[in-house]
């Protein structure tokens, strides 16, 4: 099971940009399927964004097009995921989430289907 370390949340006024990572380790030669979910406060788990390392396709939610953007250093084993125009709707914890198998299709959605997870970073969109 792959270890996953997430940072760089933060409080933002909208309009503002974060970039938040995510230092894995331990099996991620394996790993085939990374990506990015949230959690606002009384609603589900959501995928916002999903990146394939061994051939570096994404998926983004609809939410996240034109405003987010995920990308991995498969060198230094980290995932980032870069927000901009950012709104109070995206205030939610942020986790990142990895698994062995290729998850794509509507799978990189399925939470359910994820075995690594991060402990969560929150970010805040306020005036």
């Known amino acids: 099971q792959v270890q996953l370390v997430e940072s760089g949340g933060g409080s933002v006024q909208p309009g503002g940009s974060l970039r938040l990572s995510c230092a894995a380790s331990?099996?991620?030669?394996?790993?085939?399927?990374m990506a990015w979910f949230r959690q606002a406060p009384g609603n589900k788990r959501e995928g916002v964004a999903a990146?394939?390392?061994?051939?570096?396709?994404?998926r983004l939610a609809d939410s996240a097009k034109d405003r987010f953007a995920i990308s991995r250093d498969n060198a230094k084993n980290v995932l980032y995921l870069e927000m901009n125009s950012l709104k109070p709707e995206d205030t939610a914890i942020y986790y990142c989430?990895?698994?062995?198998?290729?998850?794509?299709?509507?799978?990189?959605?399925?939470?359910?289907?994820?075995?690594?997870w991060g402990q969560g970073t929150q970010v805040t969109v306020s005036s």
């Open positions: 989430a990895a698994d062995d198998r290729l998850l794509d299709g509507a799978n990189w959605r399925n939470q359910r289907l994820y075995e690594s």
């Open positions: 331990g099996g991620t030669d394996r790993t085939s399927t």
């Open positions: 990146i394939f390392p061994r051939h570096g396709q994404t």
